[in-house]
């Protein structure tokens, strides 16, 4: 088996899974603005100039964090999408794909759910313009 990442690699993409994973449940249960580097750091068992370093900032973390669930919704979207046989199923599935996945991500169910906290609908609009992009090219 051929492996083309390296340890290294492999490492730092758990990390950064662990760190949004830690970051969407504090913004699931309390919203953006409560969200706090150190609490996230503290969360995951790596420094807060580690976190830094991977994300930036705050917003560094949003955009990585909004990211990843437009790439797992927008995945789920196209895997029912080509399963389905004709066009009209192909759009229930990813209807129905969509409604399933809001049921276990508390954060995009808020989104399409329009119930999006103030502190967090900018992430999504106005200063979401990496995820309009990326959803764009998808």
């Known amino acids: 088996m051929l492996v083309t990442t390296t340890f290294s690699e492999r490492v730092r993409s758990?990390?950064?899974?662990?760190?949004?994973?830690a970051a969407s449940a504090t913004v699931s249960a309390d919203g953006w603005a409560a969200l706090r580097m150190q609490a996230v750091a503290d969360q995951v068992g790596?420094?807060?100039r580690t976190l830094y370093y991977e994300f930036g900032n705050k917003s560094g973390l949003a955009e990585a964090l909004v990211l990843r669930i437009t790439e797992r919704f927008l995945d789920g979207v196209r895997d029912a999408m080509a399963e389905a046989g004709d066009l009209a199923a192909g759009w229930e599935a990813a209807v129905l794909s969509a409604l399933r996945a809001a049921e276990v991500d508390p954060v995009l169910s808020t989104v399409l759910t329009g119930a999006?906290?103030?502190?967090?609908?900018?992430?999504?609009?106005?200063?979401?313009t990496q995820v309009i992009d990326?959803?764009?090219?998808?």
């Open 46 to 48: 790596i420094s807060r």
């Open 116 to 128: 999006a906290r103030e502190d967090f609908l900018p992430l999504l609009t106005s200063e979401g």
């Open 134 to 138: 990326y959803a764009t090219m998808r």
């Open 14 to 21: 758990q990390l950064r899974d662990e760190v949004l994973d």
